[in-house]
């Protein structure tokens, strides 16, 4: 607990000293003791602050994780032991990662509590960057009764908040663009999988059938010819690149695509992530290229969000990087998104192998290319719409 003197009470000490200084030079006692009673308020003022924020509670109920651009309302709560007026409750909330801003401090007001009251006060916020941030600590301070000097109790209560990246909406040139190539993945992955596919039950022979499917022990034992039968794939896996290259002078607009990029992703994740089955990976290379693959879920929706949160950008990395790092963890038979800032030239995606894409893939054939530098990605993406 520290004491503070107001711009108010430097005026009244600055008072004070005069007089003070007047009676000692000229020896007149009735300004002696006219400086004595001035100093009765100052001290009455340090007492009751320091009276008042002994023992008081302070909590802060807070979402760990919300989404750029909506508000959140973050409540207060304040109780003591003895009657409490004008007490100040300031929140603060600095930012981790991203780009560096000065920190804010909302603050509450809690008029008039009685003694052993619970106050309950809330203020809103709402963050327009993603990102990291620390949240607290919690500072209380009271100016009552004269307002000469501050009174203030630093309660350290801190916590982490994750802002996600703020979701749009997929128009439907996007949605027939995606549908288009999943449904040439399942072509290919129906091929194969009747070579390679998992064997699971028998079948009459069908014409057209291939003679290397034929299960000649059963057939031979049920007088009629008997093909396996293999599962094909009903999900649609997807491996999602992007690319946060960035010039070394960026401007606003470059910034801004940047995070438009960000945007389209997590909307993607979303909405891919929703239905069951499918195994997703998200590669994505700022500073470092983090990688996050498993099946589709609300935990990996959680992981996805948490990974294009804290994602940063870049200068010097190749391309190539981002497309061998993926390529080794990529589910088979997945449709291929890269979305970046810059150009991939074509000799770049033929002479990167996803093993992970099946046998006899040499290139990303299946890979769709978003440039968010570009007016393309608003012919997919509206960020402007909840998605």
Not at 235 to 257: G, I, K, S, T
Request: glycine share 8%.
């Amino acid at each position: 607990m520290r004491t503070s003197i107001t711009r108010e009470g430097a005026y009244f000490l600055f008072v004070l000293a005069f007089v003070l200084t007047g009676a000692l030079l000229r020896e007149i006692n009735l300004m002696l003791i006219l400086a004595g009673m001035m100093i009765g308020p100052l001290w009455f003022n340090w007492r009751i602050g320091r009276r008042m924020l002994r023992e008081v509670q302070i909590a802060r109920a807070a979402p760990d994780v919300v989404s750029a651009g909506e508000t959140v309302v973050v409540q207060i709560s304040l109780s003591g032991k003895r009657r409490l007026c004008a007490i100040q409750v300031e929140d603060r909330l600095t930012a981790i990662s991203g780009d560096s801003a000065a920190p804010l401090r909302p603050t509450v007001l809690f008029p008039v509590l009685a003694a052993g009251q619970p106050g309950r006060a809330s203020y809103r916020i709402r963050f327009e960057r993603r990102g990291q941030y620390t949240v607290g600590p919690l500072q209380a301070s009271t100016r009552f009764p004269l307002g000469l000097a501050r009174t203030s109790l630093r309660v350290p209560q801190t916590r982490e908040l994750l802002v996600t990246p703020r979701l749009g909406k997929l128009t439907p040139q996007w949605k027939r663009l995606f549908q288009e190539a999943a449904q040439t993945t399942r072509q290919s992955q129906r091929r194969q999988a009747l070579s390679e596919g998992d064997f699971y039950g028998l079948r009459d022979w069908r014409g057209g059938d291939s003679r290397r499917h034929i299960h000649w022990r059963t057939s031979a034992r049920r007088g009629n010819l008997m093909v396996r039968q293999f599962e094909l794939g009903r999900h649609q896996h997807l491996a999602l690149l992007l690319d946060l290259w960035q010039p070394p002078l960026a401007d606003d607009d470059a910034r801004q695509q940047v995070e438009w990029a960000v945007s389209f992703a997590a909307t993607l994740i979303a909405e891919v992530g929703r239905g069951g089955g499918s195994r997703l990976l998200l590669a994505t290379m700022g500073s470092k290229i983090d990688l996050l693959d498993g099946p589709a879920s609300a935990a990996f929706v959680r992981g996805a969000f948490r990974q294009l949160a804290l994602a940063t950008t870049h200068t010097s990395r190749g391309p190539s990087e981002l497309l061998a790092g993926a390529a080794a963890r990529a589910p088979s038979h997945c449709q291929w998104i890269l979305v970046s800032l810059r150009e991939y030239p074509k000799e770049v995606l033929n002479s990167a192998s996803p093993k992970a894409n099946g046998a006899g893939s040499p290139s990303f054939r299946r890979l769709i290319h978003v440039r968010a530098d570009t007016e393309q990605l608003f012919d997919y993406f509206d960020p402007c719409q909840a998605g």
